[in-house]
């Protein structure tokens, strides 16, 4: 059940910081809500001891999206419809907005926000793969100052960042170095609507001379949290794009999986699956680069 | 601890004291008796209490009445128009888009979002708009067809 509560409605970050400073506990910040209610409603105990959520809606500064020539940074309280419906970001980072329009449903795109999404730090968390291949970072503040870190150094474990009760996360930032890559996402829910996923891939790959000069695959749901498989991408980077090799990644892929989950009922299934999806995604990706007016 | 909550419902400025922990759900059905919403999973995932909050579709069940404070609320009781049905409405029954009923105030609530922002949506449009509101008696095909033939409202 929803515990008795206090909700209060800064409008703008140095009230938020302000709020935050007091170190009061029981007080957590409220983005879209959709992980704290439903939360509430189940009685979860990750929102056990709440009496004052702090309700960033009218924090406006936090809401919107823009581009210099060398980043794009997208406020933390943009919702994943902000996000899903951006040029800038559909030209610029697509697996980031194709991961935000298979987030829930339409009515939870309209609220869930882009870094509600990673500081509740689900395994499920869609759009972190994408952030991590695209090599994000976040700008926190709190009452001692800004601080900029690499979003994957944040994600700790299930459910737990490192960003600090007293510090509110107000931008997500990411690079733009990322031209001449192929890139896909790929999400693999029980449907293909409103499902929490079971399995998402991101991926970005960079051929030359064909050769591979760069990879960069983040998984999320298969694994506790979203992350980055740097062994895997280490171990294609010089070498020749092509069946043997990705058949070669795809197994590893499944063997570092059980390496960090252990085996699971569900693995049978999932290893296989992953290895194979895996498998298709880069395929697909080498034949758009190898060919790409086809693909347009 | 109550507080004073205000807000547009249906064109109407409304203020009431409520514990700003209630759900905007309960605030409608039970406090307001604006039972048209209805409440099915609780959790965000059935669609049937979808209201229109700010011109967006969400469910009321994720909304707690201290984030209300001068927002604009449509709801199902809303849509009539001249003490009728609305066109959209009268589409849903003309089309047999209607069986048990239960999720049609969502369903009508996510069509009337979509075609308040967009006068002609195509089908692909449709079914991703329909695609938070979850049918398990008359199917999507009929509410499909409502909304195409409601289109421009």
């Known amino acids: 059940m929803i515990p008795d509560l206090e909700i209060l409605s800064p409008g703008s970050v140095n009230e938020v910081v302000e709020l935050l400073s007091k170190n009061k506990p029981g007080t957590k910040l409220l983005a879209g809500g959709t992980d704290i209610i439903p939360g509430f409603q189940i009685d979860s105990n990750r929102f056990l001891d709440i009496d004052c959520l702090i309700d960033l809606a009218r924090v ?14 997208i406020g933390a309280a943009c919702s994943f419809d902000d996000i899903s419906s951006n040029k800038i970001i559909i030209d610029n980072f697509p697996l980031l907005s ?3 329009n298979a987030i829930g449903s339409p009515q939870i795109r309209n609220r869930a926000t882009n870094a509600g999404n990673f500081i ?3 395994p499920c968390a869609d759009s972190v793969p994408p952030l991590l291949v695209y090599d994000a970072l976040i700008e926190k503040i709190s009452i001692e100052g800004k601080q900029r870190t690499s979003l994957e150094e944040t994600l700790l474990v299930p459910y737990q960042t490192t960003v600090k009760p007293n510090e509110i996360v107000t931008k997500i930032i990411i690079p733009k170095k990322i031209k001449n890559y192929y890139g896909t996402f790929y999400k693999l829910g029980r449907r293909r609507g409103v499902a929490i996923s079971r399995i998402t891939l991101a991926i970005l790959l960079l051929v030359e001379d064909d050769k591979i000069k760069d990879m960069k ?11 980055r498989l740097r062994e895997l991408e280490e171990s294609c980077i010089g070498k020749s794009p092509g069946k043997e090799l990705f058949m070669e990644v795809s197994k590893n892929l499944g063997k570092k999986i059980l390496d960090v989950t252990g085996l699971r009922w569900s693995s049978h299934y ?27 | 601890m109550k507080s004073n ?3 547009t419902l249906n064109g109407k400025k409304v203020t009431i004291i409520c514990n700003p922990g209630t759900r905007l759900l309960d605030l409608l059905r039970d406090t307001l008796e604006f039972t048209g919403t209805k409440e099915g999973c609780s959790i965000g995932e059935c669609g049937a209490c979808t209201v229109i909050f700010n011109g967006k579709a969400a469910n009321s ?13 449509i709801t199902v009781e809303g849509l009539a128009e001249n003490g009728g049905l609305s066109k959209l409405q009268k589409m849903f029954l003309e089309k047999g888009a209607v069986q048990c009923g239960f999720c049609t105030p969502g369903a009508l609530m996510s069509a009337y979002a979509l075609l308040l922002e967009n006068e002609n949506p ?7 708009t329909l695609s938070g509101n979850l049918c398990r008696c008359t199917g999507y095909k009929q509410m499909i067809d409502a909304v195409k033939s409601s289109a421009p409202l």
């Open chain 2, 61 to 73: 069940c994720l909304i707690l009445a201290g984030q209300v404070n001068n927002s604009e609320i």
């Open chain 1, 120 to 122: 509740n730090n689900a």
């Open chain 2, 5 to 7: 909550i205000s807000f």
């Open chain 1, 60 to 73: 406006n500064e936090m809401k919107s999206i823009s581009e210099s020539d060398d980043e794009i940074t």
């Open chain 2, 122 to 128: 195509t089908e692909e449009e449709i079914k991703k």
């Open chain 1, 98 to 100: 194709e991961a935000a």
């Open chain 1, 217 to 227: 695959i983040a998984s999320g749901a298969v694994t506790p949290i979203g992350m």
């Open chain 1, 270 to 296: 999932k290893v296989k699956v992953v290895q194979q999806m895996l498998y298709q995604l880069l395929e697909k990706l080498y034949m758009e680069f190898k060919e790409p007016e086809i693909e347009k």
